[in-house]
Nanobody, 119 residues
Framework: QRQVVESGGGSVQTGGSLRLSCTAS??????MSWYRQAPGKERELVAF??????????DSVKGRFTISQNIANNANNTAYLQMNNLKPEDTAIYYC????????????WGQGTQVTVSA
């Protein structure tokens, strides 16, 4: 069964940093992405990386967040989200998605990891 598992969430103060990890197992995604959902808001794209390392970011995180990946042939692929200069508005549950392109309707989703930024 295809699976995506996130790790690395936590609580930090404004200006702090966190690094999220996401491992896709039992399949090789053509792309990996991070989304987030804050309380009372819709889930939104944060960052996206193609297999050839092209990236896309939400305007709100450009210059602060960096997505990267470690592609391992015939083994688990891992994507990372380095988050610097965190702000309270970055507080959300962060979800990783393996494959499916730039749509939320397809791909394999992880269970989510909480990120809390205090003022």
């Amino acid at each position: 069964q295809r699976q995506v598992v996130e790790s690395g969430g936590g609580s930090v103060q404004t200006g702090g940093s966190l690094r999220l990890s996401c491992t896709a197992s039992r399949f090789t995604p053509t792309d990996m992405s991070w989304y987030r959902q804050a309380p009372g808001k819709e889930r939104e794209l944060v960052a996206f990386i193609y297999r050839d390392d092209r990236t896309t970011y939400a305007d709100s995180v450009k210059g602060r967040f960096t997505i990267s990946q470690n592609i391992a042939n015939n083994a688990n692929n891992t994507a990372y989200l380095q988050m610097n200069n965190l702000k309270p508005e970055d507080t959300a549950i962060y979800y990783c998605k393996g494959g499916g392109g730039l749509t939320q309707r397809s791909g394999v989703w992880g269970q989510g990891t909480q990120v809390t930024v205090s003022a």
